[in-house]
T-cell receptor
């Protein structure tokens, strides 16, 4: 199974960009990288996902290296409400390609603290 | 759009007792997931339903855990009998997945915090 490695914790000043790295050196060519976050006492929230190209939405940008072995989630202007645990996830490839039974493998994530 | 609803939000029981959690997914979402999240860890998938059929229950401790999704909408997760190590947050999530194409944009409920004493 592809695994991800993330820093345990990070700090960021309010209003600055938060850059959260993720290593997924064993990812295969057809696996997506997904990012979720979990604010304290809430359920996880989907942020963004990508395969090869950089992606941007209203919440964040995802930068994937050309060799796809790592990626960075960028929150361009972090606010206090962005304080959360951020999970970088790749899809379980141990099951057959067809069907919906390829679950996400969640690691420990990065605890991001946005400071005033 | 209403989100995923779960109840109760908190539950405290003694070991060997039974407990049930309820989940109502987002309307129209065909796929429903139950996760267990132990403090300090990421969520672990317990069971995944596609409509009212089980897609994946490989990590469900079937000797004590059971789940059902009658009529492909609401779902219940039951633990009987509970052990101390079952203390965790139980999260329910749903996603569209109606066309057979995989959608990993899952929408989560607030979770039920279970404490087994």
């Amino acid at each position: 199974d592809a695994k991800t490695t993330q820093p345990t914790s990070m700090d960021c000043a309010e209003g600055r960009a938060a850059n959260l790295p993720c290593n997924h050196s064993t990812i295969s060519g057809n696996e997506y990288v997904y990012w979720y976050r979990q604010i304290h006492s809430q359920g996880p929230q989907y942020i963004i996902h990508g395969l090869k190209n950089n992606e941007t939405n209203e919440m964040a940008s995802l930068i994937i290296t050309e060799d796809r072995k790592s990626s960075t989630l960028i929150l361009p202007h972090a606010t206090l409400r962005d304080t959360a645990v951020y999970y970088c996830i790749v899809r379980d490839r141990s099951l057959p390609w067809a069907g919906n039974n390829r679950k996400l493998i969640w690691g420990l994530g990065t605890s991001l603290a946005v400071n005033p | 759009e209403a989100g995923v609803a779960q109840s109760p939000r908190y539950k405290i029981i003694e070991k060997r007792q039974s407990v049930a959690f309820w989940c109502n997914p987002i309307s129209g979402h065909a796929t429903l997931y139950w996760y267990q999240q132990i403090l300090g860890q990421g969520p672990k998938l317990l069971i995944q339903f596609q409509n009212n059929g089980v897609v994946d229950d490989s990590q469900l401790p079937k000797d004590r855990f059971s789940a059902e999704r009658l009529k492909g909408v609401d779902s219940t997760l039951k633990i009987q009998p509970a052990k101390l190590e079952d203390s965790a947050v139980y999260l329910c999530a749903s996603s569209l997945d109606r066309t057979g194409r995989m959608s990993y944009e899952q929408y989560f409920g607030p979770g039920t915090r279970l404490t087994v004493t």
